[in-house]
């Protein structure tokens, strides 16, 4: 039995730069849902900052409408964020590298297998 040590090492090295690869992913995954976690935690402020103003404005008879719209745009944008950092519901050919919908089981550019 002959060992190749230089297709070995070859082996090696694209194994280890296909889990690099894949831990990026990850983190860069993870830094997405933090992100996206804290956006719901400010929406979720915002929201009650909006409550006790009604409730102020309610309770004392005060007009509080311009502090109220404030927090509506404010809402508004966070949410508008939260849309915009929605995962892609996306995945990547093997083969040819299209973008194609995550349901699907064939890559509608070169017709490869894609992993469901």
Same mark, same amino acid.
């Given at each position: 039995?002959?060992?190749?040590?230089?297709?070995?090492? #070859?082996? #090696?090295?694209?194994?280890?730069? %296909? @889990?690099?690869?894949?831990?990026?992913?990850?983190?860069? /995954?993870?830094?997405?849902?933090?992100?996206?976690?804290?956006?719901?935690v400010?929406?979720?402020?915002?929201?009650? &900052?909006?409550?006790?103003a /009604? /409730?102020?404005? %309610?309770?004392?008879?005060? *007009?509080?409408? /311009? #502090?109220?719209?404030?927090?509506?745009? &404010?809402?508004?944008?966070?949410?508008?964020?939260?849309e915009?950092?929605?995962?892609?519901?996306?995945? %990547?050919?093997?083969?040819?590298?299209a &973008?194609? @919908?995550? *349901?699907?089981?064939?890559?509608?550019?070169c017709? #490869?297998?894609?992993?469901?």
């Open positions: 039995m002959e060992f190749n040590f230089d297709s070995i090492v #070859a082996g #090696a090295k694209d194994l280890f730069d %296909k @889990a690099s690869t894949k831990a990026g992913e990850a983190i860069d /995954y993870s830094k997405v849902q933090i992100d996206r976690s804290q956006l719901r400010k929406l979720k402020e915002k929201y009650t &900052e909006l409550g006790k /009604y /409730y102020a404005e %309610k309770m004392t008879g005060t *007009d509080r409408s /311009y #502090a109220m719209d404030k927090l509506v745009d &404010e809402i508004t944008e966070i949410k508008f964020k939260l915009e950092s929605e995962p892609k519901k996306v995945k %990547k050919c093997p083969q040819c590298g &973008e194609c @919908a995550k *349901d699907i089981a064939f890559c509608g550019k017709g #490869a297998k894609l992993d469901v």
